[in-house]
């Protein structure tokens, strides 16, 4: 379902007065009695004083940040797809620094529990040895993952990360409504709210007073540090993502750049002699922690499933040796069980000696007979689940856990259930039904109440666990639903936890975190990298080049006052024109069958080469294989370059939803479309260390401009034409490369043909010419990983040196010469073809050196191995 606009609050000095929270509820602004809390007070006069202008524009302000930053969370089946945006709500949630202290005491006594519990059921299994949990509970879950018992855990805390899904009942008590134990998901988009908000929203945060996040993830940097199996100088930390199709992908490679580490999919991975490598180009790199957004069942197809295609063989076998850490460790999904909840009160007390502060929602095991019939008698008010069966192997925790409300089910449906429960009990596990909490939202131009929950997240420290001052807060669409989740399409909040005081301003990279190495190695590329870096830099050229000639070509049909074309045999037009088909091979186009028609009206061709995404070689397929190259490696492009890429992304949805049906708005929307282009290499020239990285994504830029430049040369100059003709294509031809101010200022006299190859083919000091591509790919090929036992020159020097040093032997006067005919210069035909054909030969020689890895359909990314939320 999609986010509604979220409109400004009207000028209403009522604001607070119309906002009317929902019955039986605890709502998170207003008292049961009417009143504000005081929590409340400040934020609520702010945004009197913004005034509905005010608040729009900082609205406004938070979207077009949330889509310059490309923050996308993507619904399986959302026909956004992967450039569905983040929804945020600008109001955030407040919680008070006392009540938070309590929740926090709660908070962290739960993870110590739930650690201990890991560490007993992959260890003594006391607490099933003494009944305090049935052994048909767990050892018949899915997720309990026999091959992960008696792996010894570095530091006894096998439970690294931790988050807990809370939300309040009516009498303003937090419960736990859920524990995410094998990867949380949401403790990036928290910080990317407060980015967010905080920009928006300066004074009001600053004067709030609300808590900093950065020391809570450099707890984490140290404790993946500490517990790294070499010591911190040496130590290699990776965050394992499912990979770009995966909905919370931004996320991923947001938390992978925040934190310095390295982005990598399975296929990266290798476990060579008991530990874990990164294959990097060339060589292979020790891995020593793994922060995974990979499930359980999917992180080792050698001794889970094996069908897996997202994890490493002999992953398993690494964290058993003692030389892999894994955040969290494999197995840690048990904890997630729904029917444990029933048990913690007793085991809380067996291993801590203590109550839970901080306790569930009542829970029954149907397994066992007082609570079976227990649900029985009072179905109706009461949420049930079906538990996965150990036998499914699914390793998705959605699946066989649908929530099932009795008391709304039809009476026949009703009958039904309780038969299978009756049939079954162990395989289902029932709570008591509650209205979640209300927060107040900015929906449809009012401060609404919608259900809401909170998500706290802890790091595991040396000596307890460190918990996030706020987290993710989360908003239902309408306050009818029962269910509050971003993959239905809720709002994300940002959350507040007032402080009596000014906080101290935190940075992740503070002096003080001297458990962090002050020189660390800087971060390699992978095969899977390079080759989504290589063919970036060659979108974006084609992209660019293909602009470039559309441009010039409409200028050039607009200039015709002969329309519909009479003449299509020896026109500049003509050429250009199939030149965009030999560029594009969008054939039969310009140069094939049917032909003659097109390039009378042109038109339509034309258009549908800008505006039609189903057509291969068009622009609008550049550009959406750009975007997915770009997306691919994300956390290896800048912030600012992001902006652009989204800013691309925007242009190519105008061109697409809304077509332009005239030459002339089409060119509206190419001028704007190149300065993105031409931005988008700047900033990668600029602003992008000149790693391995940098230089697979220039390599694929030079080829490509080298291709393109050749295709251009062969379609225009080949074919003689009369003196005016050949005119107009010089003057075409310099337009599309840029070098026409450089043409007229250097050449006033001589032959203008030569002049033009002069300066197009073989001044190596134009950077739109085919000699400057080579002789650029000269040194970057040189420079390219060549491994420790490579001697000589590699398949890709050579090829590179041929060409560059046929060009530099190449006299002008010679290709010029036209055949006996005078219709054809053949000479520059098979050099230009011979170029061209020389350039594909590179590109594949790079291609076999650099880029043979394992693909991953992306089809298994989409529908298993994700974390849901």
Avoid at 54 to 59: A, D, K, S, T, V
Wanted: charged share 20%; aromatic share 6%.
């Amino acid at each position: 379902m999609p986010a509604p606009d979220l409109a400004p609050i009207p000028e209403n000095p009522g604001l607070v007065d119309v906002y009317s929270p929902l019955a039986d509820r605890y709502d998170e602004m207003r008292t049961a009695d009417g009143e504000v809390r005081p929590q409340w007070q400040y934020l609520l006069d702010a945004l009197r004083t913004l005034g509905s202008v005010g608040i729009e524009e900082r609205w406004r302000e938070a979207s077009r940040l949330i889509r310059d930053n490309g923050v996308t969370y993507n619904l399986h089946g959302d026909p956004q797809g992967m450039s569905r945006p983040w929804q945020l709500d600008l109001l955030p949630m407040l919680i008070r620094s006392d009540e938070w202290a309590e929740l926090e005491r709660g908070l962290i006594q739960r993870a110590e529990l739930l650690n201990l519990i890991l560490l007993d059921l992959y260890g003594p299994r006391n607490l099933i040895r003494t009944g305090l949990l049935p052994a048909e509970l767990i050892d018949g879950n899915a997720s309990y993952l026999i091959p992960c018992h008696g792996i010894e855990i570095a530091g006894g805390r096998p439970l690294v990360q931790y988050a807990a899904d809370l939300t309040r009942l009516p009498d303003g008590h937090w419960r736990v409504i859920g524990d995410r134990t094998q990867s949380p998901m949401g403790a990036g988009y928290a910080l990317e709210n407060r980015v967010v908000l905080s920009r928006v929203l300066p004074s009001l945060f600053r004067d709030s007073h609300v808590h900093r996040l950065a020391g809570f993830f450099r707890s984490m940097r140290r404790t993946l540090t500490r517990l790294a199996p070499r010591v911190a100088e040496h130590a290699r930390v990776v965050v394992l993502t499912p990979g770009p199709q995966n909905e919370a992908y931004f996320e991923h490679a947001y938390l992978a750049n925040y934190l310095g580490y390295t982005l990598v999919q399975g296929g990266d991975l290798s476990v060579r002699d008991g530990a874990l490598w990164l294959r990097t180009l060339g060589r292979l790199e020790r891995i020593d922690a793994v922060v995974r957004h990979v499930n359980d069942l999917w992180c080792d197809p050698l001794e889970l499933r094996e069908d897996s295609m997202l994890g490493v063989p002999g992953m398993l076998q690494a964290a058993r040796a003692g030389n892999l850490i894994l955040a969290n460790a494999l197995g840690s999904g048990i904890l997630e069980h729904p029917a444990l909840a029933a048990f913690l009160p007793d085991i809380c007390q067996q291993l801590l000696g203590e109550s839970l502060v901080l306790p569930d929602i009542p829970t029954w095991w149907c397994g066992d007979p007082g609570s079976l019939a227990q649900v029985l008698n009072n179905l109706d008010r009461l949420v049930v689940k079906l538990l996965p069966s150990a036998h499914l192997m699914t390793g998705a925790r959605a699946t066989g856990q649908l929530e099932l409300f009795p008391g709304a089910m039809e009476p026949a449906a009703r009958t039904a259930l309780i038969k299978a429960i009756q049939a079954n009990p162990g395989g289902y596990v029932a709570r008591e039904r509650i209205q979640p909490s209300t927060a107040p939202a900015l929906i449809d131009q009012h401060l609404e109440p919608r259900p809401s929950v909170l998500r706290t997240f802890l790091i595991a420290e040396e000596d307890g666990y460190a918990v996030m001052p706020g987290g993710l807060g989360r908003v239902a669409l309408n306050h009818e639903t029962a269910l509050v989740s971003n993959q239905l399409g809720g709002l994300g909040k940002d959350v507040w936890v007032l402080a009596s005081e000014p906080e101290r301003q935190e940075s992740l990279l503070a002096a003080s975190d001297t458990q962090t190495p002050a020189v660390v190695q800087e971060s390699t590329v992978s095969s899977r990298v390079a080759d989504n870096l290589f063919w970036i830099g060659r979108y974006a050229e084609r992209a660019e080049g293909l602009v470039r000639l559309l441009r010039i070509t409409i200028f050039k049909f607009s200039e015709r006052a002969d329309y519909p074309l009479s003449k299509v045999t020896s026109s500049c037009l003509r050429s250009l024109l199939e030149a965009l088909t030999n560029q594009t091979q969008s054939f039969p186009g310009f140069v094939g069958a049917g032909a003659d028609e097109r390039l009378r009206n042109p038109i339509p061709e034309l258009l549908s080469l800008i505006t039609d995404p189903a057509r291969l070689g068009g622009l609008p397929r550049t550009l959406e294989a750009l975007g997915q190259a770009a997306y691919s490696v994300r956390e290896r492009l800048s912030a600012d370059t992001w902006r652009v890429v989204s800013d691309i992304e925007a242009r190519l949805a105008n061109l697409t939803e809304h077509p332009p049906t005239q030459l002339s708005q089409a060119l509206d929307e190419l001028d704007p479309l190149v300065t993105s282009l031409v931005a988008f290499s700047g900033l990668t020239q600029e602003n992008m260390t000149h790693n391995e990285g940098w230089h697979f994504l220039e390599t694929g830029r030079r080829l490509e401009r080298g291709s393109a430049i050749a295709s251009l040369l062969h379609s225009t100059l080949v074919p003689v034409a009369g003196d005016q003709e050949e005119n107009m294509v010089i003057e075409a031809v310099l337009g599309i490369t840029d070098s026409l101010i450089t043409y007229r200022r250097r050449y006033h006299a001589g032959t203008r043909v030569g002049a033009l190859l002069d300066l197009v083919l073989q001044d190596e000091g134009n950077p739109r010419a085919l000699a400057y591509q080579l002789a650029m790919l000269e040194r970057l090929v040189t420079e390219l990983p060549r491994g420790d036992l490579a001697v000589g020159r590699t398949a890709a020097e050579k090829l590179v040196l041929k060409s560059l040093t046929g060009i530099r032997l190449t006299e002008i006067d010679h290709l010029i010469q036209a055949h006996k005919q005078g219709t054809r210069r053949v000479v520059l035909a098979k050099m230009l073809g011979d170029l061209s054909t020389e350039l594909a030969a590179i590109s594949d020689a790079i291609t076999a050196q650099y880029f043979r890895h394992e693909e991953q359909p992306h089809s298994l990314l989409r529908r298993t191995g994700t974390l849901t939320s």
